[in-house]
T-cell receptor, first 115, second 117 residues
């Protein structure tokens, strides 16, 4: 089955420490992968996307993700967490092929940042 | 960046009534829009794909007669929840797609919180 799995429902870090949000995918095609962030009472915002170009993708607000086909992973990282990064993050997947345009969302990871 | 709006942002209705939610792309044209619902503490689930000028395509398990979708123009799609019941209470989010080939991107609206009493 084609899907995306976020391995952690909650991640808690201290301000200034690195962030790692994990995501694995399963696809028969060459997928497109995205990370979106959802702040409370706000719409989803695209952080970054992978569409078969460079495997290391840089996004907004210092986030980046690396597409690793051998590990079927697309983990999101940031070197130094900021309080404003506290939000829910979704790894999102488009399988391509006949599912072109249809996004499948992971379960979400809530990031908490402590002072 | 591209902006998508939804109206209303919150709505409370009585059981058995119908509610219409609008999704607009404000500064771009979108031939395709998508409707999602998000239950509390859960992820977004795609409900249907709305194509301008044609019938919407519903995901498995979504009742097309209950969730009526109309995509009358390149900037507007509407979702009408007919004969709403408390179990329809949810956060409804739309997105509008723009771009071509592998450079497409979906822009999301801020969502509409529906509460059915």
């Amino acid at each position: 089955a084609q899907s995306v799995t976020q391995l952690d429902s909650h991640v808690s870090v201290s301000e200034g420490t690195p962030v790692l949000l994990r995501c694995n995918y399963s696809s028969s095609y060459s997928p497109s992968l995205f990370w979106y962030v959802q702040h409370p009472n706000k719409g989803l915002q695209l952080l970054l996307k992978y569409t078969s170009a460079a495997t290391l993708v840089k996004g907004i607000n210092g986030f980046e993700a690396e597409f690793k086909k051998s590990e079927t992973s697309f983990h999101l990282t940031k070197p130094s967490a900021h309080m404003s990064d506290a939000a829910e993050y979704f790894c999102v997947f488009n399988a391509g092929g006949t599912s072109y345009g249809k996004l499948t969302f992971g379960q979400g990871t809530i990031l908490t940042v402590h002072p | 960046g591209a902006v998508v709006s939804q109206h209303p942002s919150r709505v409370i209705c009585k059981s058995g009534t119908s509610v219409k939610i609008e999704c607009r792309s404000l500064d771009f044209q979108a031939t395709t829009m998508f409707w999602y619902r998000q239950f509390p503490k859960q992820s977004l689930m795609l409900m249907a794909t709305s194509n301008e000028g044609s019938k919407a395509t519903y995901e498995q398990g979504v009742e097309k007669d209950k969730f009526l979708i109309n995509h009358a123009s390149l900037t507007l799609s509407t979702l009408t929840v007919t004969s709403a019941h408390p179990e329809d209470s949810s956060f409804y989010i739309c997105s509008a797609e723009t771009g071509t080939g592998r450079s497409y991107e979906q822009y999301f609206g801020p969502g509409t919180r529906l509460t059915v009493t």
